[in-house]
């Protein structure tokens, strides 16, 4: 018996109380069908799609951590745009200030010239940074997506340092372009393409459940120091001196495999000595979704080129590259592109980043991060499926296994892939949208808004452990 409420009253406000007071009068699972938005969908969209094969929702009003699709259901979204929004969906601040954006007639598509909108935004931003880091930072606005913020660091780097080689880590997601694709850990989107491995050198990342050395803990973090040490410095390594080492302070698609404070610390330090440019990609992690500002803030160290998108533009398309002054080697023009300057964008991100400081929604994501996280591992007690709880605030992952599986050096068990599509299924059923990430998909994760309540919380848990009982229950075999 679980101590989680069945249907737990969950408080909201505004707009979503609606949607709330629906989601929690849910009898019964839904039975998820096609509808025509989805036929078409399938029959005219690209086989590149991914998230419609896994939640084949057609969606048509959203707010706070609430959805409703066309049919009338209601869901918990703990994707939430992979991690994107924030504020949930259509917060009032964020609505507001597109409203003001609108009724002011500022050009909406301005390139990289400059308005009141932009200015407001740089400083809003540099606000939240680390003082000794914004003290002499640099800012470049990209492309609206991650992987041109991505791309530019990249470029940034090489220019500045006039290396070609780079350092990137097994597990790594940095986005889908060519160039970004280079620093990928997973092999599947590569396969296609030939030579996509030229100037990369992979490393091991610190990830504890199942350490690349066999050790874990401060040995293994220890012995992937000393490795790294190693490729910066030996001579006859075969590697070139490298422009730049990037890495992600938790890992998402690679699993919510959180890096040891000590390594994050350890990786500066050699990667100063060496002269490397540090690069922290924080699209996922940044704007307080580990509880920190920023994810590298836990281990107190300061990077030197910061790459941010998602969260940082309010639910729009923008993202921006941050970086010491002295690495501003661009030529005028040698990273440009048509969409850097959306003023929309610009305006949702002011909002929100004003808000997450004045209400310290990273502290309430730790807390309630805390929150989740302590219930998921009272549920591993009585499933052994659930191998690892990891992550940071209200980035998690729950690794499932199986426990009749092979086991590794540390004794624990393979992966269950298809146990885990079974699990995020049956959680869809049940009215909560979570993804699917990490080694063979194996890890369920969680990636709530910042504002998600302590009671919708509990809902999570109590829909989680529903969903578990039922999976681990009916489809022993998928485990296999």
């Known amino acids: 018996m679980h101590p989680f409420p069945a249907t737990p009253t969950v408080r909201t406000t505004d707009a979503a109380d609606e949607l709330a007071r629906r989601h929690n009068a849910l009898a019964q699972p839904y039975t998820l069908a096609k509808n025509p938005l989805l036929e078409r969908q399938e029959a005219r969209e690209s086989s590149a799609r991914s998230y419609p094969r896994r939640i084949p929702l057609a969606l048509k009003r959203a707010h706070g951590v609430y959805v409703e699709d066309v049919e009338g259901r209601v869901f918990i979204d703990c994707l939430a745009g992979a991690g994107t929004l924030a504020l949930g969906h259509n917060h009032p601040v ?15 598509h301005t390139l990289d010239l400059t308005t009141p909108v932009k200015d407001r935004f740089v400083q809003d931003l540099f606000d939240i940074l680390p003082a000794d880091f914004a003290r002499d930072a640099r800012v470049q606005f990209c492309g609206p997506t991650g992987a ?3 791309e530019a660091a990249l470029k940034l780097v090489k220019t500045a340092t006039g290396r070609g080689t780079m350092l ?4 790594a997601y940095h986005g889908m372009t060519q160039g970004a694709l280079h620093l990928m850990g997973s092999l599947g989107p590569k396969r296609p393409l030939n030579g996509i491995l030229q100037g990369v050198q992979f490393l091991p990342y610190p990830y504890d459940y199942r350490c690349p050395f066999g050790l874990g803990g401060e040995a293994g973090v220890q012995t ?18 490298p422009a730049g080492l990037i890495f992600e302070a938790v890992q998402g698609e690679g ?10 610390r350890g990786v500066r330090e050699l990667t100063a000595r060496a002269d490397v440019p540090l690069i922290v990609d924080e699209i996922q992690t940044g704007f307080g979704r580990t509880g920190r500002m920023f994810a590298f803030e836990h281990a107190g160290i300061t990077p030197d080129v910061v790459v941010l998108s998602k969260a940082i533009g309010g639910g729009l398309p923008l993202s921006v590259v941050v970086y010491r002054g002295e690495l501003d080697q661009w030529k005028p023009g040698a990273h440009a592109g048509t969409f850097r300057g959306n003023q929309l964008a610009m305006a949702a991100g002011s909002a929100t980043l004003r808000l997450i400081r004045a209400e310290g929604l990273h502290e309430q994501a730790q807390r309630n991060g805390e929150r989740l996280a302590a219930g998921l591992r009272q549920l591993q007690r009585d499933y052994p499926q659930l191998g690892d709880v990891r992550g940071r605030g209200l980035m998690l992952g ?11 050096a540390h004794g624990h068990p393979a992966a269950a ?25 194996s890890v369920v994760r969680f990636l709530p808004p910042l504002v998600i309540s302590e009671a919708q919380i509990d809902h999570v848990l109590a829909i989680f452990a529903t969903a578990a009982a039922k999976t681990f229950r009916d489809a022993p075999a998928l485990a296999c």
């Open 94 to 108: 964020v609505i507001e200030a597109l409203r003001e954006v609108l009724a002011d007639g500022l050009p909406l």
């Open 224 to 241: 992937g120091l000393r490795y790294i040490e190693t490729v910066l410095n030996d001579p006859e390594g075969g590697i070139p001196h």
């Open 168 to 171: 990137a880590f097994h597990g």
């Open 398 to 408: 729950v690794e499932i296994v199986d426990p009749h599986g092979e086991r590794n």
């Open 417 to 441: 892939p298809a146990l885990a599509g079974a699990l995020q299924a049956e959680c869809l059923r049940h009215g909560l949208i979570i993804e699917l990430g990490g080694r063979h998909g």
């Open 255 to 264: 699993g919510v495999v959180p890096a040891a404070d000590a390594w994050v």
């Open 148 to 150: 041109d913020a991505v």
